[in-house]
């Protein structure tokens, strides 16, 4: 009885911190296109990457949200996160010496730009899915409870996060059209 | 380019919703390529290649403690 009280715990344990992963990654996604839409911030082309990235991890996190019996879900959310972090990184040490031509692209939130945010989002990714192997042991789920609350959350930022992806998708459109992107302006409303 | 990232990103979630794993997997595949190679072209200068040589270090000139161990 009480190995079955405790995998419980550990079931709801690792759906939280995943429900908490998509969440940050949810929140960080929203504030990047209310930046984009509402101060007229055009991501740059390392920006939208990373963008992708991060919506790449929210796939795996959902899909390790809905079926946990397999780890499958947060392989292809931890390697997003590596990519995540390759990029950003990269774009970091790219605008870190601020030269003509080369500096950080849009505003700052606590001083940071958005590709030094990402290299930190990277790592705390990271760390989670580290932190939830190393207490949790990675537990599977014997059935997804669909009534529970955590069950109904992840649910509904699934949806919010799949229309997050839909609206960059009409964006990415209407700002490099067929060809490459720019910061300069939207390529189809010119 | 970025435009078909985004859509086989897009295409993946609907398919996942749809209840079509493989094919979504598929998708968010194709994506995460696109991206890497898309980031390749992004970061190469054809000046400098992958190089960053705004990024210069030098080893700081320490003077020798006499009779240091």
């Known amino acids: ?190 | 380019m970025m435009l078909a990232v985004f859509a086989f990103l897009a295409l993946a979630f609907l398919l996942d919703f749809l209840g079509r794993s493989g094919p979504a997997l598929i998708c968010l595949a194709a994506s995460l390529v696109l991206t890497l190679w898309l980031f390749a072209w992004e970061i190469y200068s054809p000046e400098y290649g992958f190089r960053m040589p705004w990024l210069q270090v030098e080893l700081e000139q320490r003077p020798l403690l006499a009779g240091g161990a």
């Open chain 1, 1 to 190: 009885m009480k190995a079955i009280s405790e995998a419980a715990l550990a079931a709801t344990l690792d759906r939280l911190i995943l429900c908490l992963m998509l969440l940050a990654l949810a929140g960080v996604l929203t504030a990047a296109m209310g930046f984009q839409y509402l101060d007229g911030e055009i991501p740059c082309p390392l920006c939208l990457l990373e963008r992708v990235a991060m919506f790449a991890c929210c796939f795996g996190l959902m899909r390790q949200l809905r079926d946990g019996g397999s780890q499958r879900g947060a392989g292809v959310a931890m390697i997003s996160a590596v990519l995540l972090l390759v990029i950003s990184v990269r774009q970091t040490l790219l605008d870190v010496v601020p030269r003509p031509g080369h500096a950080y692209i849009g505003a700052a939130v606590f001083g940071l730009h958005m590709a030094v945010w990402s290299v930190l989002i990277a790592i705390a990714l990271l760390i989670g899915f580290a932190v939830r192997l190393a207490v949790l042991g990675g537990p599977n789920w014997p059935s997804p409870a669909q009534s529970s609350t955590l069950a109904r959350l992840s649910t509904g930022l699934g949806v919010y996060v799949a229309i997050l992806c839909a609206i960059n998708f009409i964006s990415v459109l209407v700002q490099c059209g067929f060809g490459q992107c720019h910061t300069t302006g939207y390529a189809l409303l010119r």
